[in-house]
DNA sequence: CATGAATGAGGGTTCATTCAT
DNA sequence: CATGAATGAACCCTCATTCAT
């Protein structure tokens, strides 16, 4: 073996390893987020959770600030890597919009971890890294175009659109969320787009591909380790 | 001056000073609370805007959240208390919702404390005192029996409306929002209601009774003095 | 009637007022203290048991210590006189060194406040104002010259009795001290200074005049609030 | 040099810091113990003391009372493993008892630090770690068996003895208690105990084995900066 | 890079004490 | 004298961050 090739093959082994180590520790970050708020003592929970010594911890990220940005972007983009192939098959704008919404619903849903996660981490999260956002401002623009939707400043549809969906999943933390809230919730928001209430309750009944959420992902990992291992107790809002 | 007439004063004159202190510290919350966040470190600015000992603190609050809570608490039963004689005059469900929307978002709008300590406290706010909630349950119910509005869970229907509010509210913050925002917001949350959007259109334009804020209320005198006294830099979300 | 009697009534009726606060605090601190031990918030509790206000308590007591030092003084005289006129019928120094640790030990087991108060104040109590510092150096040395003892330095023959009467009365607190213990413990502190065991079993089994608590002292007073009232849980040593 | 080693180095390392940091505390715990007693307010004075940073104090010990149990714990355990092999040697009870009480007082007596720990820290290191504890009960039933000792109930034997002794060791503290004090009060404690006073001074009087308190032992370090260092003012009882 | 002991600034909280009424 | 709100010094404790190994 060469050198060049063991030296390639040492870097490139400590490079897996130190991009492990980095997922561990959003992983668990998001698993402390989402059970003791955006409060306190961040760190020192994240290490313990990830089992990574609390000097190690700056070898990765500066502060808790850039610990938190690099969370919620990752974050949203796994979520807009899963939802947008589906979204790219569609051409109506409303549809396209129903879909996103639905699927981004009924994702979370099932998905405890990131419920509680963007119940506590609230507006933040909104204000910095929302996903929705890729699809939205285009969407929404086209179907006005298309006359499909009443003429509204695209800033406050959005406010609209993702507030509510902010509080819905607020909602879901209790589990008292109805499985079929993604539909009437779509429902509300395509009628306050202005779709007509018939046209709005077909779209909503489109069927819809099931998204998997990828083994390796940052949320599957994240939710595997939630339902077991909760060392701590999760807050209340 | 007879013992009891000595006593009976000096007991009203504590508790005259009393209730200034305990008045003041709620102030100077709302405006820490509106300039810094929601951070834990609330007490020590407190006490400095409100300009009072540490120690005096504990003799009003036992804790940060129990700060939080009388604050939150305080804020709605005002709100409530503004808008309610407006809201009473209405018979139509539609129109008192829509009214009381309007009357909020406005009131907010011309409130600058107000807007930045609702966008700070975020969903805190929103799930433990939310002063639309004594209203809109109601005022939906009797809607939908009256068919007025599409059968929806009314839990879910106060997701979305108070979820819109907030994420309007926050927006109000930078200053970009448009003057007829409560109209075109509430507009689009009567559609999503299912109010026919003719009707919506015609539910925003009522002419609003302006409310004036009493003068010694939480809400005016916290308004004044985060105009002139700002002595905090204002953090941005 | 005169302006004089009028003035020496009003004063009177004050001294006696101020008198029956003072002995309030006092039963109160008796109580604090066996609860909550030497410890911390004196005062705070001390007042709060006694319902009096905070700022009325430097009417009576300097400081902290002050108020240590007046009880220590008024419990130790007390006992003293209790005790005394029983101690001065009797001639034989061992028969009133016996006697006097028997009543002691004796009124201690039946009143918990008492032994609580004594355990947790330990040697700060001994060293300050032992009941028993005033009987006893002068019987040992009288037994001592009449050759009933054997000639040991009295301060250590002082520092047995009282340091076994302490550690007994601090065994006394859980409760499983037998009823017969002060005859135990005085047999062996007898046969400790000298007295011949068959002697010393003699001495301690002479019939023991049972001391009334007078209703006004201190001591009783302090009991009847102690087994009512006890708003405090008791720290366990 | 390989990283198994190079981790074990580490972590040996760490480890032997650790505890020199622990035991560096826990001598200046004594040190500020004996000097200030057991007021609340210890950490400071530790902490200061060994020249450690406030916040590195909780890295040992969680609270105020985690720090005296440790100590008192060393404490006691050092004693035992003084005293044990040099009571093992004897045989007769009453000689292992006195002994063991003639050892302990001169040991105290040589050590100012211990005895003022002792006497500030009084009952509430006799009830948690009395060293004697751990050779009298078995000590006493023994002799009682043989007949050497009155059968008196082994509770209250315990608390004569532990009680007398920590009397005369308060009694230390202002060094007026003469050189041969240990052997009148084991004297006076075997006479209690039921032995003959013969018999009693014999076995006060057997030659005593000199206890070496080694130099690296927590006694012997606390004693050491104890005499040198003395920043604060000794407290008087 | 990993480790974990050490740090110290910063916050929370208590409580003896004062003082205007 | 009684009251109790106000005070502030002093304490407790946490936790992000550093650094020698």
Redesign the interface.
Known sequence: MSTVTAVDHRSRVAAERRERTRKRLLESAMIVYAQKGM??SVIQDVVAEADVSQGSFYNYFKTNEALFVALATEFSNEIVRMIEPVINEIDHPALKIATAIRSYLHMMRSCPVATQFI?KA???L??RANSLEVFLPRDLKAGQQQGLF?P??V???I??I???????I??MVTG?T?ED?PE??T???L????VP?GDAGRFVEYPLVHIMIPEDSLLARAQARFQTGCTLATNV?
């Not at 993702?162 to 819905?168: F, R």
């Not at 009628?191 to 202005?194: D, K, S, T, V």
Request: charged letters at 15%; aromatic letters at 0%.
């Open positions: 409060t306190s119940a609230g507006l933040r909104m204000s009443t509204i400043p800033r406050l549809a406010q609209m993702s507030g509510t969906g902010l509080m819905v607020g909602g008292e109805p809230a009437q919730v429902d509300m928001i009628r306050a787009l202005g209430p809002v």
